[in-house]
Structure formats: structure tokens, C-alpha cells
């Protein structure tokens, strides 16, 4: 069964530093998502994309963020100079139909930052 | 602020039994429905979603929408001690910001 892949799985890094989250959405899906979970709270949307440009993006998702589709499968989101705050579970969903329809989620990288 | 209500739970049921989640939101012109199962440390599972007025079914699982009361409900029938989890209501706005609203979670328990 075709699935959203994300490395790593784990994430540790110093307050400051940048860190780069990868994700392999579903092969035929079109749009993209990054959604994060601080421990013991809701999930939390970031950002959406489609055909290479932003569609939507959250209050969450300031200056410090961005997002990249570097080739034909990866697609990448950068937490520039992180913070402690940033430290979540980080999830990256894809669906085949715009609207968040039946959107699958990646199994998460849980981003620690120290 | 668009916003997706549910009780955190814990909502514990004895195997068997149907389990009853509830979810209400607040925009009205949200269009898309959607259960999530997410287990501890784990990511959303999606399980169920809803388009219209109604029930649906598939297996074990019921979703139920009743968009004038803006309310939305999942039935696990059988519950199984495996059923054990937080399960997440999410709802989708096409207008406006066209992503998932999640509400907090209900943790349900199924006791063997």
C-alpha cells in the first residue's frame, strides 16, 4: 500500500541551528502538506502546496520556515535558526484531490531542539 | 477562529460495546469531514470521512453528519481493546484557509 515516508524519524538539534525535514509524499498525490504536533496539544496545520508554489500557509508558518520540492519525490521543509518552541512532532501528508480529501499522513519526525 | 470541540476523554467502553465519539465545529461552511485515529507517539490514521448529511459506514465504523446542528459523530461498533486510542475529528473549509482543522482528540479506552 503506497505511503508517506519521513526521515528522519528523530531529530536532535542546538537552539539556533537549521534543520532540514524530509518527506516522500504518495507517489500520484498532487498536493502536499506539513502539519505539527507540540506534545499533548492538537495538530496544527503549516502549509500546503501544490504545482511547486505555496497554496496556503498558517500564522504558524513565518520567515523561519520554508518549503522546497527539490525534484520529482522529496519534498522538503527548512526550520531556519530553530527554537525551543519549534521542538514537535512534524508531519507531512499528501492527498491526490485538492481540499485535504482523504489526506495521508507520514509516520512524523519528532523534532527535539535543544 | 474556526474551531473543532471534543471532550479529551477518557471515554471508556467495555469490549463489545459501541463507542460513541462527538465532534462539533464552528464554521458553517465547512464541507469535508474526517476521523483520525492516532495511536500514542504515533501519526493520524485516517479512518473515516464525510461529505453529507447522514451516515456512513464502513465496517465497524459509522460516521455520522448532521451539518444544521454543525455536529459531526463516530460509532465504533464491537469495540477491541486495539481500538484503544486518540481519535481525532478534522474539518475542512473550502473557503478561506483550505486546510484540516483537527479538534484536540478523545481518548478512548476499551476495557477487555
Known amino acids: 500500500e503506497p505511503e508517506v515516508t519521513q526521515t528522519p524519524s528523530h531529530q536532535v538539534t542546538q537552539m539556533g541551528q537549521e534543520v532540514i525535514l524530509r518527506c516522500v509524499p504518495i507517489?500520484?498525490?498532487?498536493?502536499f502538506y506539513w502539519y505539527r504536533q507540540i506534545l499533548g496539544q492538537k495538530v496544527e496545520f503549516l502549509v500546503s502546496?501544490?504545482?511547486?508554489?505555496?497554496?496556503?500557509k498558517s500564522e504558524i508558518f513565518d520567515d523561519q520556515f520554508s518549503v522546497e520540492r527539490p525534484d520529482g519525490s522529496n519534498f522538503t521543509l527548512k526550520i531556519r535558526s530553530t527554537k525551543l518552541e519549534d521542538s514537535a512532532m512534524y508531519f507531512c501528508?499528501?492527498?491526490?484531490?485538492?481540499?485535504?480529501?482523504?489526506?495521508?499522513f507520514g509516520q512524523g519526525t519528532r523534532l527535539t531542539v535543544v | 477562529q474556526k474551531e473543532v470541540e471534543q471532550n479529551s476523554g477518557p471515554l471508556s467502553v467495555p469490549e463489545g460495546a459501541i463507542a460513541s465519539l462527538n465532534c462539533t465545529y464552528s464554521?458553517?461552511?465547512?464541507?469535508?469531514f474526517f476521523w483520525y485515529r492516532q495511536y500514542s507517539g504515533k501519526s493520524p490514521e485516517l479512518i473515516m470521512f464525510?461529505?453529507?448529511?447522514g451516515d456512513k459506514e464502513d465496517g465497524r465504523f459509522t460516521a455520522q453528519l448532521n451539518k444544521a446542528s454543525q455536529y459531526v459523530s463516530l460509532l465504533i461498533r464491537d469495540s477491541q481493546p486495539s481500538d484503544s486510542a486518540t481519535y481525532l475529528c478534522?474539518?475542512?473549509?473550502?473557503?478561506?484557509?483550505?486546510?484540516?482543522?483537527f479538534g484536540s482528540g478523545t481518548r478512548l479506552q476499551v476495557q477487555p
Open positions: 501528508a499528501s492527498s491526490a484531490w485538492e481540499g485535504n480529501t482523504e489526506a495521508f
Open positions: 507517489s500520484n498525490h498532487l498536493y
Open positions: 502546496f501544490y504545482n511547486n508554489e505555496i497554496s496556503e
Open positions: 464554521d458553517r461552511g465547512s464541507q469535508s
Open positions: 464525510i461529505y453529507s448529511n
Open positions: 478534522a474539518v475542512y473549509q473550502d473557503t478561506g484557509r483550505r486546510a484540516l482543522t
